[in-house]
């Protein structure tokens, strides 16, 4: 029975193989065309608070949004609803890219100085 | 970071290569039921990392464990040290093995349709000639609260007391990020003639500043054999 059953075995490790070297393709070709520009969006951080604070972004794309931290230490862009964890250098400025995501309010802080480092993405449906 | 077309091009020689290995598949030697890797690095980070892999099959019982530690090196390069320790076949548990893993994003995350990265590893066997060398892609692609993480690796294994070969092994994990400290997933792990599923889960606790503890386990049932092999994970890393 062994040989069976490794033959069954290496039967779903090659399909997956095949499955996951399809991904690999598809997806190659799908992000140099899938979307267009980004728009883009700014924060600040400035006395380790983030400005604007409350942030509107639509929904159901794709956004970048620009972070200038214009204080003397590092601050750390952080949040669980947007899946999101990136270091901003003192005197730097950072891009993360946030969506597409359905309308909302989702919350993120400074790792650093959560205290007052704390802010909000309010993600909005467009009206056309 | 790379641009969009070096990030192309670099997929689709990985994905050639990856075609390759998958016609020079071997016998595995190793336990496959390890980690999911993801494809991310955060700057100025260092960690240290427990891993335990405790396997059972009604003819024996294989235990590994590994202790490392971490460091980010530039905002999407991160490496870490492992020592090994595993019960060798008369019971006794024993340093085994000395390893360095690299992990680069090759993507910033969220930027295009998925998100890449790559991980090397290098490990040496202490008390034999046997080396082990790993590469492979990390894929991550999210659905709203839904993660989707892919590994593929190739795996080169040679020297003196051991053959050498070719082993191939994919790993996938569909996690639901329902709080931070409870992300529910499964997990898929193949690796020639061992195919695994089962449920696992992740979390993390922050504490101040960057410091925070994730965890991570996982209950892997063989599904491709009749008779018992189940694999228990558990992975805790403290991160500051």
Same mark, same amino acid.
């Not at chain 2, 993801?38 to 235990?63: D, G, I």
């Given at each position: ?67 200038? /931290?214009?204080? /003397? ?41 959560? /205290? ?13 | 970071?790379?641009?969009?077309? =070096? ?15 998958? +016609? ?30 405790? +396997?059972?099959? +009604? ?12 460091? +980010? ?16 076949? =008369? ?150």
């Amino acid at each position: 029975m062994q040989p069976q059953r490794n033959l069954q075995a290496s039967l779903i490790y090659s399909t997956l193989s095949q499955l996951f070297c399809a991904i690999v393709f598809i997806a190659s070709i799908w992000s140099q065309y899938a979307y267009a520009k980004n728009k883009v969006y700014y924060l600040t951080i400035k006395d380790h608070i983030f400005t604007p604070s409350t942030l509107a972004i639509p929904a159901n794309v794709k956004v970048k949004i620009i972070i200038e /931290n214009k204080d /003397n230490v590092a601050e750390e862009f952080d949040s669980f609803d947007l899946n999101r964890e990136k270091v901003i250098f003192a005197g730097k400025k950072s891009t993360i890219y946030v969506g597409p995501l359905p309308a909302g309010t989702y919350e993120y802080f400074g790792e650093f100085h959560p /205290n007052t480092a704390r802010g909000k993405i309010i993600v909005v449906e467009e009206t056309p | 970071m790379i641009n969009k077309k =070096t990030n192309t091009l670099l997929a689709l020689i990985f994905t050639i290569v990856i075609a390759i290995f998958t +016609s020079l598949a071997a016998r595995a030697d190793g336990m496959v039921v390890d980690k999911v890797y993801h494809p991310y690095v955060v700057a100025n980070e260092q960690s240290f990392e427990w891993r335990l892999m405790s +396997s059972q099959t +009604s003819a024996e019982n294989v235990l590994a464990q590994r202790i490392g530690y971490g460091q +980010s090196l530039l905002e999407d390069l991160a490496v870490e040290f492992f020592i090994i320790g595993e019960r060798d076949e =008369t019971g006794d548990f024993k340093l085994q093995a000395t390893e360095i893993e690299a992990r680069w994003m090759l993507t910033e995350q969220g930027q295009y349709w998925a998100d890449w990265g790559v991980l090397f590893e290098f490990e040496k066997q202490r008390n034999s000639d046997r080396y082990e060398a790993t590469t492979g892609l990390i894929f991550e692609k999210e659905f709203n609260k839904n993660s989707l993480t892919l590994n593929f690796f190739a795996i080169r294994e040679w020297g003196n007391d051991i053959q050498n070969e070719w082993e191939l092994e994919f790993r996938a994990q569909y996690r639901y990020r329902y709080l931070p400290e409870l992300q529910p997933s499964i997990e898929f792990y193949t690796g020639e003639d061992f195919v695994g599923l089962g449920p696992g889960f992740m979390g993390v606790h922050r504490f101040e500043g960057q410091k925070q503890l994730k965890w991570e386990a996982g209950f892997i049932t063989e599904v491709s054999h009749k008779g018992k092999n189940h694999t228990l994970r558990f992975a805790v890393e403290y991160e500051f």
